[in-house]
Nanobody, 126 residues
């Protein structure tokens, strides 16, 4: 059974950094893709970044140049390094995993992901 557990969220000031981690109960190399999504209160869940078996990664526009997604298959852990955080980055951040790699467009498509963690909260104060 697949369990994804996020950690690393917290409260920072604008311009600060956080590193999110997602520990998987099964080997991360077995997933076609893994990704990070976020949801701010009252808004729809949105993609942040995704990385797949081809080791290519995609970023949503707000994350480009500030966030970095990476995967350590030896530790079965997915990471999201977030720098230069802004109040607009506030939200619950979710780790997700997809059984299959359905092509580049699937990296940021939540419908492609069939396993989800419980989330970790990120708060940024101005």
């Amino acid at each position: 059974q697949v369990h994804l557990v996020e950690s690393g969220g917290g409260s920072v000031q604008a311009g600060g950094s956080l590193r999110l981690s997602c520990a998987s109960s099964v080997t991360t190399s077995s997933f076609g893709c893994m990704g990070w999504f976020r949801q701010h209160l009252g808004k729809q869940r949105e993609a942040v970044a995704g990385i797949c078996t081809d080791d290519e990664s995609n970023y949503a526009e707000p994350a480009k140049g500030r966030f970095t997604i990476s995967r350590d298959n030896a530790k079965n852990t997915l990471y999201l390094e977030m720098d230069n955080l802004e109040p607009e980055d506030i939200g619950m951040y979710y780790c997700a995993a997809a059984t299959y790699f359905r092509g580049p467009n699937g990296r940021l498509d939540p419908s492609n992901y069939n396993y989800w963690g419980q989330g970790t909260q990120v708060t940024v104060s101005s």
